[in-house]
């Protein structure tokens, strides 16, 4: 019985899994034409865009420049020679960096990686301590001055964030750099983790506490709906204190679901991420992602936008995944569906 009961599992997750796949390339292929498409009809001339102001050129040279980039084909000559370019592995060279765009997009990747995660992990923490003692103490004051933080940060844009910590802990107090990630004037192998790490905390505390508000709500709606289950219900008339309830239920059937959210949130956090970016200058995928859009760079933007696409997807994919992993029934309806 439990082999053939494993193996329909793994069945079914093996089929999931394809699923997702072959809806992550058809995502891809979608937004790449979709960027192609805007960039193509775009009133953003790439070749002004990476020229200087008041630059002395004639029209022969902007002709051999649109040339040389390919920009004097059709789109669709222009979408396939990318695309088949992508399928060997070469995504190009960025125009605004002089450099392959897969260095350019590794670099900065990794930059926004750490600072998504970091601040993923804690907000993921701190939301869940506050929204479990806002559940415990439902419409208490607790309750009501967490919500009230959770609501007030929840409308809060990223970028009106991030300008808020930075004129009081860069401008008023100068406690930490007011932008990029690295000192200026220093060469990067030379930079030290010390200072990479002060021009990492006015990014990450922006995205740490607008993640947590929005981990406080899930949190505090799932515990609410757990506390005012039968068996947290029947363990409080056995005489079981709170903290009893809170490690024997509530605790073990609350934290697989908040968890599911977090990472379904990955698309809110990489846009919460590039704002950040884009505020702090920090050298990040969404700031280079913008430049790139802003300058009509169109591999650098294509490569940023497939790489952060996937990204998220991934994130989300984690998340169904998980859903069907921990709680089985879900898997079940899933296949009895099909």
Known sequence: MYPFFYKFLGEIFMNKIYKHFLRMVALLLGLALLIFILAYFSPIDPVQAYLVQDINITPEQVANLKEHWGLN???????????????????????????????????????????????????????????????????SKIDKIIRWYSYTLVSVPANVMGLILLIIFGVWFKIFPVGLSTPVGILSQNVTFLQKLHHFILPCLTLTFLGIAYATMHTRRLMITVLNSDYVLFAKARGDNLWQIFRKHVFKNSVIPVTIVQFAG?????????????????????????????????????????????????????????????????????????
């Not at 060279?93 to 990686?113: C, D, G, T």
């Not at 995660?117 to 907000?123: D, E, R, T």
């Not at 009509?296 to 490569?303: C, E, F, V």
């Open 266 to 338: 990955f698309g809110e956090l990489f846009g919460g991420s590039a704002l950040a970016e884009s505020v702090f200058a920090y050298h990040g995928l969404g700031s280079v992602m913008i430049q790139a859009g802003l300058k009509g760079d169109l591999p650098l933007l294509l490569g940023t936008a497939l790489i952060s696409s996937l990204f998220v997807f991934c994130g989300n994919m984690t998340a169904d995944i998980l859903s069907e992993l921990l709680d089985p029934r879900i898997a079940k309806e899933e296949a009895l569906n099909e």
């Open 73 to 139: 084909k059709p789109m669709y000559q222009q979408f396939f020679h990318w695309l088949f370019s992508i399928l060997q592995g070469d995504f190009g060279i960025s125009r605004l960096y002089h450099a392959p765009v897969l260095r350019i997009v590794k670099e900065a990747f990794l930059n926004s990686f750490i600072l998504m995660m970091i601040s993923w992990i804690f907000s993921g923490i701190l939301g869940f301590i506050l929204g479990s003692l806002a559940a415990f103490y439902h419409e």
